[in-house]
């Protein structure tokens, strides 16, 4: 006789400040993956929204504002830009390499450097490297790192220039949180880069999506999102396309007012800072 299956027990966190939106407040609803169902529980919560913190799969529940939405690119359809196809030739000489989850000084010191460039006063800036370990290494789904190193001159894989946590689910690539090097002379787009290659990496595996977490329309930080075609979006009814216009729409209105596109908004969590492990207390 089969063990009977245990349906997971469901928290909700206190209200804080909302960090996509002023003088707005969030709430979460959370529960734990662990146990030998952890890997479906992932799977079939992340359908439905939730987003993975280290052993924690969570989602937005605030009492008066639903701005968060959940996006995934529809990989095999998936069109480039011009702007995304030249990003996608400047940096298609980087070796890719998917690494096991296990942090590394290396990843640490250039997540330090992303931070103290794009995300001075954010919420990750007091991230030392076991906070960064834990973020990396806690996890009991199909987790990997996926690193971008520029070739040497004997086309070896060389310096560090962008890494992304990311989960392989039975229908797609979460991408829980990417970093690169701000300054590397060259390499603009690099953020931008590590999406595409997640969309490209998706298709080659069959894989139907990649999910690019909450998009929040109001947040400057999230509109990069609504630049990748054909873009899925969670409502009420479930899952639906965003049509071309809206996507036109929610573009020209991040446009600077001479119509040129303003610079893209790259890397960094795909739904902002990781959520801090230490909120989740269960009862």
Known sequence: MSAPVRFPRFFVT?????????GKTERKVFTELKGPHAEQLHDALSRIGFRRSQTVAYRPSCVDCRACV???VVAEEFKPSSTQRRTLRRN????????RPWATSEQYELLRKYLSSRHPGGGMAAMDEV???????HTSVSSFVIEYREPDAEGRPGRLVAACLTDRQGDGLSMIYSFYDPECEGRSGLGNFVILDHIRRAAEAGLPYVYLGYWVEGSPRMQYKVRYRPLDQLGPDGWSRMSDAQQDALIQAVSK????PSEEVEGGSKDGAPSDQKQYKLA
Request: aromatic letters at 6%; hydrophobic letters at 25%; charged letters at 25%.
């Open 131 to 137: 906070d960064y370990a834990d973020m990396v290494e």
């Open 257 to 260: 007012p001479c119509g040129k």
């Open 92 to 99: 298609d000489d980087l070796i890719v390499t998917e690494c």
């Open 70 to 72: 959940s996006v995934r």
């Open 14 to 22: 206190s209200p804080s400040p909302c960090p996509y939106l002023p």
